[in-house]
């Protein structure tokens, strides 16, 4: 399905199969010299095909087209190798660069889901079941690295880029000034509430994450278009709910760490979460893994805070109020 947002300015849905994302919402913009696709599905067939059929209909040179990835996960840049041409050139974040170009697997995010108390004999089931892993791609590419206010021209408009870390290191958004228009990435999302997870002890990306959504807050925005789900108007009042969210979602895990210490995975398996599920043994595993690195988030933020403290319990991190 294709929606016309300005003139010269596209969103196509991509489906994202196995996943409760449900599918993408990939931006394109048309210019007489060169065209600009912002994410481009997993690395799947049918991420492939629609995509595909996509800009065929636009009448899209995929020769003439370059692409701005907003942040390094599967759902948005699995599928980039697959479109593009010699001519293409790649726009993305210098942080999430510098992660790709030093990956050494998965075994790292494994190793610290293990010490925050997920059970061992199912870390490699989550593992199997992430999106990443199944249609992710391990390929490198060269990119052109875009910083915080970096102006893109594509035909007549020029896009102004934003970066909003939290989501992810160093995610990036999109401001088109002319129609008002700010393409959110997974930054902002209007039907769900985006997944701030961390994995890295010393990060406090719940931290970054509120700090980016005060940094966007006074944009004079017409139209949001987020990564996934419907598109939105009112960007101040969603930014408003988000971050009750979290405060409510800091409060809770206060809650749950009052009744005695507890790893992140325990904790995570007493927090209110949406998703149709009698319970936390029918999560699942895959939503089991996304939990946790939610609530590591929480309990990384409390910490920093000094609301929580932390301590290495036979090489398990267990949290504790204060």
């Known amino acids: 399905m294709i929606e016309t947002l300005a003139r010269d300015i596209f969103c196509i849905k991509i489906p994202l199969p196995e996943t409760p994302l449900k599918s993408l919402n990939s931006v394109v913009i048309k210019g007489k010299e060169r065209n600009l696709v912002i994410d481009t599905g997993l690395n799947h067939d049918d991420c492939f095909a629609a995509m595909d059929a996509g800009l065929t209909e636009l009448g899209i040179d995929r020769n003439r087209t370059d692409f701005l990835i907003t942040h390094l ?19 993305f974040n210098r942080p999430e660069a510098e992660l790709l170009e030093a990956w050494e697997g998965w075994e790292p995010m494994l190793e610290s889901a293990r010490v925050n108390g997920f059970p061992a004999d199912k870390l490699r089931q989550a593992l199997e079941n992430h999106p990443g892993f199944k249609h992710g791609s391990k390929w490198k590419p ?53 997944n701030i997870q961390c994995w890295e002890e010393g990060e406090n990306l719940l931290n970054d994450y509120l700090q980016s959504l005060d940094k966007v807050y006074h944009l004079d925005v017409a139209l949001v278009v987020p990564g996934h789900r419907s598109l939105f108007t009112d960007m101040k009042k969603r930014i408003d709910q988000l971050k009750a969210h979290h405060m ?13 210490a507890q790893d992140a995975y325990e904790t995570a398996s007493q927090m209110t979460w949406d998703i149709r599920a009698a319970s ?35 090489d398990r991190i267990i949290y504790s109020g204060c």
Request: proline residues 4%; contains cysteine.
């Open 73 to 91: 996960h599967a759902d948005h840049f699995g599928l980039l190798h697959r479109l593009l041409t010699p001519d293409s050139r790649i726009y």
């Open 142 to 194: 060269g990119m052109r690295m875009i910083h915080d206010n970096d102006e893109i021209s594509v035909g007549e408009y020029t896009l102004r880029c934003i970066e909003t870390p939290g989501h992810t290191l160093g995610h990036i958004c999109l401001y088109e000034p002319e129609n008002k228009i700010f393409i959110s990435g997974d930054h902002i999302l209007g039907d769900i509430t985006p």
């Open 248 to 260: 409510e979602r800091l409060g809770e895990v206060e809650t749950i760490l009052s009744k005695g």
């Open 280 to 314: 936390w043994d029918d999560f699942p595993i895959a939503q089991k893994w996304f939990a946790t690195g939610e609530a590591i988030s929480h309990l990384h933020y409390l910490e920093h805070s000094n609301r929580i403290a932390k301590t290495l319990d036979r």
